[in-house]
T-cell receptor, first 115, second 113 residues
C-alpha cells in the first residue's frame, strides 16, 4: 500500500515569504507527527495530531509556525515570514493509535531552503 | 527531561568487521527505544525497537540491540558489516502519552571496502 507522502519534495523560498508543506499520511492512521531535521542533527518534534486536533504543539519554535489537519487525514504545516534559520528537512510521520505503541512511518521529507 | 545521546558522531569500519553504535538515554519511566537508519535520499527506516521483555532485540538487515537498564543504554550491533550499511543511524526514545520521538544527533557510518 501507499506510504506517507510529502509535497513538495523541495521548496526554495526567499526570506520573509510564506510557505505550506503538505503531508498525506497512510490511510486510516489517526496519529500524525511533524518533525524538523536540520543539517547534521537528529529530527526534532514539532507537533502531534490525534485526528483533527493538535494534541501537542509544544515543539513549534514560535508563532510563525502553524499546522492544520481539518479532516483528520492530510496535514499542512504553514510557516509565515520565513527566516534563513527555518531551512531544514521537514518530516511527517503517521501511525495508528492504540493502547500500545505503534510504529511511526515516515515520509521522505520536504527540504526547505530559505534564501 | 527526556534525552538521547549518541556519543559517536562518525564511525568508519571495514567491510566484514563487527559494528557497535552506542546510545544512552535519559527517561524516567520504562522507555520505548528505537533505532532508525537514514540513507542518502531515503526516508527514515525502523531497524528495531524495544518495548519490554527480552532485552536483546533482533531487527532487520541483521542488526540487533541490547537494552541495559543499569547503564541506560541501547547499543546497536551487527556482527559483519556490508558496504550497503553505510548510512546515518539514529537512536530515539518515545516520550509521553503522545509517543513523540526524542532523537539523538545520529552516528554517520562509513564502510571501507
Amino acid at each position: 500500500g501507499a506510504g506517507v507522502s510529502q509535497t513538495p519534495s523541495n521548496k526554495v523560498t526567499e526570506k520573509g515569504k510564506y510557505v505550506e508543506l503538505r503531508c498525506d499520511p497512510i490511510s486510516g492512521h489517526t496519529a500524525l507527527y511533524w518533525y524538523r531535521q536540520s543539517l547534521g542533527q537528529g529530527p526534532e518534534f514539532l507537533i502531534y495530531f490525534q485526528g483533527t486536533g493538535a494534541a501537542d504543539d509544544s515543539g513549534l519554535p514560535n508563532d510563525r509556525f502553524f499546522a492544520v489537519r481539518p479532516e483528520g487525514s492530510v496535514s499542512t504545516l504553514k510557516i509565515q515570514r520565513t527566516e534563513r534559520g527555518d531551512s531544514a528537512v521537514y518530516l511527517c510521520a503517521s501511525s495508528s493509535y492504540g493502547t500500545t505503541y505503534n510504529e511511526q512511518f515516515f515520509g521522505p521529507g520536504t527540504r526547505l531552503t530559505v534564501l | 527531561a527526556q534525552s538521547v545521546t549518541q556519543p559517536d558522531i562518525h564511525i568508519t569500519v571495514s567491510e566484514g568487521a563487527s559494528l557497535e553504535l552506542r546510545c544512552n538515554y535519559s527517561y524516567g519511566a520504562t522507555p520505548y527505544l528505537f533505532w532508525y537508519v537514514q540513507s542518502p535520499g531515503q526516508g527514515l527506516q525502523l531497524l528495531l525497537k524495544y518495548f519490554s521483555g527480552d532485552t536483546l532485540v533482533q531487527g532487520i538487515k541483521g542488526f540487533e540491540a541490547e537494552f541495559k537498564r543499569s547503564q541506560s543504554s541501547f547499543n546497536l550491533r551487527k556482527p559483519s558489516v556490508h558496504w550497503s550499511d553505510a548510512a546515518e543511524y539514529f537512536c530515539a526514545v518515545a516520550a509521553g502519552n503522545n509517543r513523540k520521538l526524542i532523537w539523538g544527533l545520529g552516528t554517520s557510518l562509513a564502510v571501507n571496502p
